[in-house]
């Protein structure tokens, strides 16, 4: 047994280093694109002259920073929340459908598109359909005589930002919601009509319990997408800095910020503290709904 037991062993460390080795694209990938960016980003706001410069901090309690802060949570937060309301309701309508039904695969098809279409082209198509001069804004107001920016052009302000936002949210929602509503097994609702029980009675007590901390989970990756989402804020709102990300763009571009050079770097720090506390929340309820997936 001794004499056999040494051969399987180093074939199996052997594997072991073929599986590193097959992860080190990744890691590099990681290194470069996320880690390399997220130290310089922490550096050039605290780090002046090659000493560490805590003061640039007290930028984080300036009211118009306050105020860009609180204007991308609130947006994040609502996009989230509708998002994720208008998802899991298409991800319960279609467990009525079957996994290889053409209805399903064109969800599942538009799903995986949309959720990835965002930036210019977005923004774009929100101005070519809902903008001042846009096609539905001028059916609307031939047909029924509604000026949709009779108080202004909000499409360009911060509230026009909730459609888009909802354009990308809502696919993400199915994308992610969706395996866990197929982790629902019919054998729980089964044994539910078995002891008496109703579809009301089903999802009170077994439904909605063991896709709380699925949802919740989607929920907090969709505030950190809307959190750190920049493009199509970028295109769609031009004017003035009515959220974090532009406000980093305009500490970086702005000529009138020649004095507060680090002030982007402890913007993105701020940045990187809002989504790490939102993504070590998501890891945490993502392990507690791995169990009924499994």
């Given amino acids: 047994m001794k004499r056999n037991a040494s051969p399987r062993r180093r074939a199996q460390q052997r594997r072991l280093n073929l599986a590193w080795v ?3 694209p990744f890691g ?4 470069l694109f996320l880690a390399l960016p997220t130290v310089l980003a922490i550096a050039s706001g605290v780090v002046v002259d090659g000493g560490l410069e805590l003061s640039n901090l007290a930028a984080l309690a300036d009211p118009v920073i306050l105020r860009t802060f609180w204007n991308s949570i609130w947006l994040s937060l609502l996009t989230a929340v509708v998002g994720a309301v208008v998802g899991a309701a298409i991800c319960y309508a279609m467990l009525g459908l079957a996994q290889t039904g053409l209805m399903r695969t064109l969800v599942d098809a538009a799903a995986g598109v949309l959720a990835q279409f965002g930036g210019v082209m977005l923004a774009f198509a929100f101005i070519a359909t809902i903008g001042v001069k846009g096609v539905l804004t001028g059916a609307i107001a031939e047909g029924f005589g509604i000026d949709l920016f009779a108080q202004g ?8 930002l909730i459609g888009p936002y909802l354009y990308f949210q809502v696919p993400l929602m199915v994308i992610t919601f969706t395996p866990a509503m197929l982790a629902l097994k019919p054998a729980w609702a089964e044994a539910n009509l078995t002891l008496g029980g109703t ?3 089903f999802w009170t007590h077994i439904g909605l319990p ?3 901390p699925s949802f919740l989970a989607s929920l907090l990756l969709l505030f950190a997408n809307a959190f750190s989402s920049y493009a199509t804020a970028a295109a769609l709102a031009s004017q003035g800095s009515q959220i974090v990300t532009l406000q980093i763009r305009n500490a970086l571009t702005s000529e009138t910020l020649l004095g507060r050079q680090n002030l982007a770097g402890v913007l993105a720090l701020g940045m990187i503290a809002v989504v790490g506390l939102v993504m070590w929340a998501y890891s945490v309820v993502q392990r507690r709904a ?3 997936q499994s």
């Fill in 28 to 31: 590099l990938y990681l290194v």
């Fill in 22 to 24: 097959g992860l080190m």
């Fill in 290 to 292: 791995a169990q009924w």
């Fill in 199 to 201: 579809r009301l009675t």
């Fill in 153 to 160: 052009a909000w499409i360009y302000e911060l509230p026009g």
């Fill in 210 to 212: 063991v896709l709380a």
